[in-house]
């Protein structure tokens, strides 16, 4: 029986501690979908926020947080990697690793901050310093209302490093019916900006009657 292909695309995605936990998960079934492999990285504060806004429940260690995730997103074998806190030899870690984006998503400002000033006291923090430092796409998932100055300068100077911050703020144009429209909104954004294609939002002017 031979083992079933593996995907040739690695996106590396990233939970932290705001709330907007559904975008990412949302995320993560999308990407498994287009056969992207994904390797996820969820902080603590994370795991208490999917608690809470999900009926989702992660283990408490990678492995086990892995084969839930898997089953969550109907992923292969192997197709979600879950690395720890710590876990500085996974291949986010290091500018030698994978080349792969990382999308930070719920972005906390607690993070956003780190990114900013260079810190790298765990792996989120050092994957996305490794992102900047190696001119690899970097997309930030903010959701926190309102910003303060301190929140509006991080985002200004990690724009001005290279990332893209992309706040989880959805349209209404579309005229969503549900969550999960809205959800979809944000989501299909960061698909377009990642060029995984994607069905869950007709891009602008596509779903308008052509006028002769």
Known sequence: MTEPAM??????????????????????????????????MISKAAQVVIATETDLRLPGTPPAMQERLTEFASAKPGQIRVFGREDWF?????????KAPLVICPCSTGTLSALATGAS??????????????????????????????????MLRLTRMGAVILPAS??????????????????????????????????WGEDRPRRD
């Open 7 to 40: 995907p040739d695309r690695t996106i590396n995605l990233a939970f932290t501690g705001a709330s907007g936990a559904q975008y990412g998960l949302r995320l993560l079934q999308c990407l498994v979908a287009a056969g992207c492999r994904v390797n996820v």
């Open 90 to 98: 996974s291949p986010p870690a290091s500018g030698s690793g994978e």
């Open 121 to 154: 006291n765990n792996l989120i923090e050092r994957a996305g310093d490794v992102a900047l430092k190696e001119r690899r796409t970097l997309i930030l998932v903010p959701r926190e209302a309102p910003y303060s100055e301190v929140h509006l300068d991080n």
């Open 170 to 203: 959805p349209g209404f144009y579309h005229r969503p019916q549900s969550i999960e429209d809205l959800v979809d909104f944000v989501v299909a954004r960061l698909l377009d900006h990642l060029d995984v294609p994607q069905d869950l939002m007709p891009r």
